[in-house]
Nanobody, 125 residues
Framework: QVQLVESGGGSVQAGGSLRLSCAAS??????????MAWFRQAPGKEREGVAR????????YYTDSAKGRFTISQDNAKKMLYLQMNSLKPEDTAMYYC????????????????WGQGTQVTVSS
């Protein structure tokens, strides 16, 4: 089992920045290294991927909505995952979740085994 706890959400104006953090109990489970990802879900919308990182290599992936504005990173020593979000837009308003799964990375949320409780991000215009 891997426990994930997010923090860092809040309310900002458009154009502002936030850094989300996810404290993980481990970057591995009994199947090996984990893919760590940030997802978000706005009211009335499906959960969607934002960014992900393969903890074994540090290789990162972003969805089009995040490219150029968001940066995912990890601190292996602290078992922390981060999402630096710059140039925020009102459409970035959502609950943001940290998630993890072993073996490979994917954008499908149903394929993730471990989830945090979420942290709210609200961007006003």
């Amino acid at each position: 089992q891997v426990q994930l706890v997010e923090s860092g959400g809040g309310s900002v104006q458009a154009g502002g920045s936030l850094r989300l953090s996810c404290a993980a109990s481990s970057f591995t489970d009994n199947r090996g290294a984990l893919c760590m990802a940030w997802f978000r879900q706005a009211p009335g919308k499906e959960r969607e991927g934002v960014a992900r990182i393969w903890t074994g290599s540090g290789y990162t992936y972003y969805t089009d909505s995040a490219k150029g504005r968001f940066t995912i990173s990890q601190d292996n020593a602290k078992k922390m995952l981060y999402l630096q979000m710059n140039s925020l837009k009102p459409e970035d308003t959502a609950m943001y979740y940290c998630a993890a799964r072993p073996s490979f990375c994917t954008w499908a949320p149903n394929n993730y085994d471990y989830w945090g409780q979420g942290t709210q991000v609200t961007v006003s215009s």
